[in-house]
Each structure stands twice: as structure tokens, then as C-alpha cells.
């Protein structure tokens, strides 16, 4: 017995998942939405019962701000915390490394994202592999591997680094090379897996970005931060090493370790208003391609 399906049978059927990527128009004035005003209101109401109900740290301090790409007003904002506003500077931590890619691709675009860093920093060529339990592959490891935790690589080497706690040319003790430093800590480290295998968080790997960009600019990576980011958009209130004597800041613990070459990972300052105009350039494609934006 044979069984005969018709063409229109074999062509379709249930339609189990959308395409990936944006499924509705964007919307282009969410101020202006009965149901924004809402979530505001809610957002509002439940920050106010978390404040209010005394299980938050006395030393809680926040500054949240909601923007769209369309408008150059925030759509929602809060603060909270003894003299936090809009310009108030934080330590931003890892938020410091999308200023650090954000910089790599307006300088140099993604061109050089499948290069293995070895291209760039041949003394990582020079290492052999002698078992990759213990050994990091560098030739595998790409800058875009760098710039996406799938280098697998170490989380840190060292917290900051020695040569910075320690003033040049201080009597008795010689100048120290952080990068010559940095890589004798480097390339003792064990690999985390594979790269490209799974994601492994590490500040380390956008210290080597950082040398990277140089090799391949012949630029400092905090001139060409200033560069690319600061001046282009105006970034007035954010700072590359710890802005001396500013009165609007708000210091925690950690505000004075000075990362040395690991600041793009961690070590920059900022405020709500820049860190809402640095947004609202990468989501409008200021500084880059719409393409690059996209990938």
C-alpha cells in the first residue's frame, strides 16, 4: 500500500520559531506610550517598597537612567544616595570595557577581529605548547576572542599591577616596564579551555587588547580612548585614571586602585549622563558602520 502526500503537505507545516532579530517596528517616541508611563510607575512604586522596607545595605547609592536612540532627553531617571545626581562620577568598574571595544572598532573597525593576537604581539608567537592543559594557544586566540571572554583565558594574572604602586624613579628602586611586567605574569597562566569553546570572563584579555590596538595603531590605548570616545561625543565627565580632587563623586572602597595596563577592563569613571550618551551612540551607529553595530 502506498500512501501519496500532496506537494502543499510537504511545504508546510506549524510555524515553530520566528526569524532571530527584531520582530516589531522600533518604536520611535516610547515617552509617549500609555504603557511606558506605566512601567514607570511600577519601576517607581517597587524601588520606593525596596528602599522603604529597610532589607537593603545602608550603604546602598544608585543612578539609573532609561534612554532612547531617538530623543536626546532620558525617558525615565532616579537617584538615590546623599548628594547622587546625573553628574555624579563612579567608578564603573567592567562597564569600562565596552568604552574599550567601543574604542577598538571606531579606530579600527572589525577588519581585525579573526586576527590571532600572536600577529600583533609576536613574543606570544614565540611560546610553545608543550601541553595545552598548561599551555595557552596563542595563535589561537583571536582579538575578537579577546573582546567576547572566549579567549580562554585567565580571569586576571594580578590584580592591577606592581609597577604601579610604586613611583617612578623613587629613590633605591628602578623604573618598572609594566607591559614587559605584565607579560612575565601573563604567559605563566594556565588556560581555561579552548578559545571559542566557552565563555571564560577575564579582564586580562582586554589588557592584551589594549596592546593589541597599539601595535597596530603605534598609539597609546587611553589617546586613542580620548580620541575616539571622550572628544567625538563629548564625554566631559568621564576619566581614564582617578580624577583628582573632584567634589561630585561618589568613593567606595576601591576608588583609588590604580589597574595600571588592565584599565580597560575595569579602571575608568563615569556618570549616569555620560555613560546614557555613550548608549545612545552606539544604538544610533555615530561612530560606526550600522553593519558593525548590527554584528
Given at each position: 500500500m502506498h500512501t501519496r502526500w500532496s506537494q502543499s503537505v510537504l511545504v508546510s507545516g506549524p510555524r515553530t520559531a520566528p526569524v532571530f532579530g527584531p520582530a516589531y517596528p522600533e518604536v520611535t517616541?516610547?515617552?509617549?506610550?500609555?504603557?511606558?508611563?506605566?512601567?514607570?510607575?511600577?519601576?517607581?512604586?517597587?524601588?520606593?517598597?525596596?528602599?522603604?522596607?529597610?532589607?537593603?545595605?545602608?550603604?546602598?547609592?544608585?543612578?539609573?537612567?532609561?534612554?532612547?536612540?531617538?530623543?536626546?532627553?532620558?525617558?525615565?531617571?532616579?537617584?538615590?544616595?546623599?548628594?547622587?545626581?546625573?553628574?555624579?562620577?563612579?567608578?564603573?568598574?567592567?562597564?569600562?570595557?565596552?568604552?574599550?571595544?567601543?574604542?577598538?572598532?571606531?579606530?579600527?573597525?572589525d577588519r581585525h577581529w579573526n586576527d590571532p593576537l600572536t600577529k600583533h604581539i609576536p613574543k606570544l608567537a614565540r611560546l610553545k605548547v608543550r601541553n595545552p592543559v598548561y599551555d595557552v594557544d596563542w595563535s589561537e586566540v583571536t582579538l575578537g576572542a579577546l573582546a567576547s571572554h572566549m579567549g580562554g583565558i585567565s580571569r586576571d594574572y594580578a590584580l592591577g599591577d606592581l609597577s604601579?604602586?610604586?613611583?617612578?624613579?623613587?629613590?633605591?628602586?628602578?623604573?618598572?616596564?609594566?607591559?614587559?611586567?605584565?607579560?612575565?605574569?601573563?604567559?605563566?597562566?594556565?588556560?581555561?579551555?579552548?578559545?571559542?569553546?566557552?565563555?571564560?570572563?577575564?579582564?586580562m584579555a582586554f589588557?592584551?587588547?589594549?596592546?593589541?590596538?597599539?601595535?597596530?595603531?603605534?598609539?597609546?590605548?587611553?589617546?586613542?580612548?580620548?580620541?575616539?570616545?571622550?572628544?567625538?561625543?563629548?564625554?566631559?565627565?568621564?576619566?581614564?585614571?582617578?580624577?583628582?580632587?573632584?567634589?561630585?563623586?561618589?568613593v567606595v572602597e576601591g576608588w583609588d586602585w590604580d589597574l595600571g595596563d588592565e584599565a580597560p577592563g575595569g579602571g575608568y569613571f563615569s556618570t549616569a549622563t555620560d555613560l546614557t550618551t555613550l548608549g545612545r551612540s552606539i544604538l544610533s551607529s555615530t561612530l560606526l558602520r550600522p553593519a558593525t553595530t548590527r554584528a
Open positions: 517616541n516610547p515617552g509617549a506610550s500609555a504603557v511606558f508611563s506605566a512601567a514607570k510607575t511600577a519601576i517607581d512604586d517597587e524601588i520606593t517598597k525596596a528602599l522603604a522596607s529597610g532589607q537593603l545595605a545602608n550603604e546602598t547609592y544608585f543612578a539609573v537612567q532609561a534612554f532612547s536612540r531617538h530623543s536626546d532627553k532620558t525617558l525615565y531617571e532616579r537617584y538615590y544616595g546623599p548628594s547622587i545626581g546625573p553628574e555624579t562620577l563612579y567608578r564603573i568598574g567592567s562597564v569600562s570595557k565596552v568604552v574599550s571595544v567601543y574604542t577598538t572598532l571606531a579606530e579600527l573597525g604601579s604602586y610604586i613611583p617612578q624613579g623613587a629613590p633605591g628602586l628602578p623604573a618598572l616596564n609594566e607591559s614587559e611586567q605584565a607579560f612575565a605574569r601573563i604567559t605563566r597562566g594556565f588556560p581555561i579551555s579552548p578559545s571559542y569553546y566557552t565563555p571564560a570572563y577575564s579582564n589588557q592584551l587588547l589594549g596592546y593589541a590596538v597599539e601595535k597596530i595603531t603605534g598609539e597609546a590605548f587611553p589617546a586613542l580612548v580620548e580620541k575616539k570616545m571622550l572628544k567625538p561625543l563629548e564625554l566631559s565627565r568621564t576619566f581614564l585614571t582617578n580624577p583628582k580632587n573632584d567634589s561630585n563623586t561618589l
